[in-house]
Nanobody, 115 residues
């Protein structure tokens, strides 16, 4: 059973930065794609950023230029560097991994941006 464990969430002021980490229980080389999603109250879960095993990335329009996804395969870890945070970035952030057609989710980490 593959597990994902997120960390790095917290409370930050508008304009601040946070770095989220997601550690996988298996080598990230085995994961076709890893990504970060977020969900705020009353809204659907939405894709924030994703990175493939080949290193290709894609970002939601609302984070382009502010967030960066990266992976450290030697550490089985994917990161989300979040800069210039806004109150509307407040949400629970979930790590996601895709193995063939199976989606795996972490437990989520809360990010709160105060105005």
């Amino acid at each position: 059973q593959v597990q994902l464990v997120e960390s790095g969430g917290g409370l930050v002021q508008t304009g601040g930065s946070l770095r989220l980490s997601c550690v996988a229980s298996i080598s990230t080389w085995q994961l076709n794609r890893m990504g970060w999603y977020r969900q705020s109250p009353g809204k659907q879960r939405e894709l924030v950023a994703a990175i493939t095993s080949g290193g290709n990335t894609n970002y939601a329009d609302f984070v382009k230029g502010r967030f960066t996804i990266s992976r450290a395969n030697a550490k089985n870890t994917v990161y989300l560097q979040m800069n210039s945070l806004k109150p509307e970035d407040t949400a629970v952030y979930y790590c996601n991994a895709l193995i063939l057609t199976t989606n795996i989710w972490g437990q989520g980490t809360q990010v709160t941006v105060s105005s």
